[in-house]
């Protein structure tokens, strides 16, 4: 499903952000992120299976999952996978080095360089199943959250954007509450009928509500959610 040559350059630039590892930890992060990879690959596999009958390119979009952070690996090399605290976006340094790679698919290009803006609502179908299998991903994954500060009481920000079912961006996060509550925005805006039954079929309202009671166990988060919003309204 993924050509040879996609492969190929894949690994090619994963070697080419280890070669360049200083330590152990460097390593760490750059095989955290091949591994993000192929759950993403997995997640995309299982929305392009859900949507049968679309018209697009099984094997471009398998690619795009499989190149989408690239960017990822050369910016572990800076310590960090912060776009913030590094000052790199990866998303656009991913697209550039598959640039200098002469890699020639711009539509893959472009779903790469823009997987990671907050709003997407341009034309290309790559670009939105990559969001879709990326976001997905993340929310099931333990360390993108254990990563951030913690937090007592959700931003003021964060509170007010999702109240009004404006898609939140994550830069505005500054904890692991303000990120749990971006995972439950995300979900509203997910492109694909089968990523909302991704969603549901792994029970992530309830694994995120598990998690925001033993980060705000007075509740007081819960029940803003619950009178404010809509987003628990169906399943827990
Ligand atoms: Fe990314």
């Excluded at 996978?81 to 998303?91: E, F, L, M, Q």
């Amino acid at each position: 499903m993924i050509p040879d040559h996609i492969m190929n350059l894949f690994e090619r630039l994963v070697n080419g952000a280890r070669e360049k590892a200083k330590d152990e930890i460097t390593l760490k992060m750059i095989q955290w992120k091949v591994d993000h990879t192929w759950r993403v690959v997995e997640t995309g596999r299982e929305i392009l299976e859900g949507e049968k009958g679309q018209d697009w390119d099984k094997s471009r979009a398998m690619s795009t999952f499989l190149l989408h952070d690239v960017g990822r690996f050369e910016q572990a090399l800076l310590g960090s996978y912060s776009d913030k605290t590094t000052g790199v976006n990866h998303a656009f340094l991913g697209a550039e080095m598959l640039e200098k790679a002469s890699f020639k698919d711009k539509e893959i290009i472009e779903a790469v360089h823009d997987h990671s803006l907050p709003v997407y609502e341009g034309p290309n179908v790559y670009t939105k199943l990559v969001k879709d299998a990326d976001q997905l991903t993340i929310v099931g994954e333990e360390y993108q959250l254990e990563r951030l500060p913690e937090q007592k009481i959700a931003s003021e920000d964060v509170l007010r954007t999702i109240e009004k079912g404006i898609k939140l961006d994550t830069a505005i996060s500054v904890g692991r509450i303000d990120q749990l509550l971006a995972y439950w925005n995300w979900k509203k805006f997910l492109y694909f009928k089968t990523s909302k039954k991704i969603f549901q079929n792994r029970k992530y309202d309830e694994m995120l509500l598990t998690k925001l009671r033993s980060i705000d166990s007075s509740g007081k988060t819960e029940k803003w959610l619950r009178k404010s919003t809509d987003l628990l309204s169906t399943t827990v």
